[in-house]
């Protein structure tokens, strides 16, 4: 893999994911060829990106990852409080 990404440094899917680190708008641009569920355990997100495409995201909300506390558990760099003060600044 690490082969494929030094040919072809553009590419993105599922499986690239677990390899590099992609700038949100890298990722956002791809959003319908990738896994939500993949981006969110591999990618550094933030509250905005979390809040956006999987909080607020009509086909994602249900799914079982799609909550506070699994998202903090694997997105390390978001606080539960900082993610719970921005959901109740939407609210306001």
Same mark, same amino acid.
């Given at each position: /893999? +690490? $082969? /494929?990404l030094?040919t072809?440094p *553009? !590419?993105i899917? *599922?499986?690239?994911?677990?390899y590099? +680190?992609y #700038?949100?708008?890298?990722i956002?641009?791809? %959003?319908?060829n990738l896994?939500i569920?993949?981006? !969110?355990?591999?990618? @550094?997100l933030?509250? @905005?990106?979390v809040i956006k495409?999987?909080?607020l @995201? #009509?086909?994602v909300? @249900?799914?079982?990852?799609? *909550? ?5 558990? %694997?997105?390390?760099?978001i606080s +539960? *409080?900082? !993610?719970?003060a921005?959901? +109740?600044?939407?609210? $306001?």
């Open positions: /893999m +690490k $082969e /494929m030094e072809n *553009n !590419l899917n *599922n499986t690239t994911l677990f590099k +680190k #700038p949100l708008d890298r956002e641009q791809n %959003l319908s896994s569920y993949q981006i !969110l355990v591999t990618q @550094d933030t509250i @905005d990106f495409h999987i909080l @995201d #009509p086909d909300m @249900d799914e079982s990852f799609a *909550n506070i506390n699994t998202i903090c558990f %694997l997105q390390k760099n +539960k *409080n900082d !993610l719970e921005a959901i +109740k600044l939407l609210d $306001e």
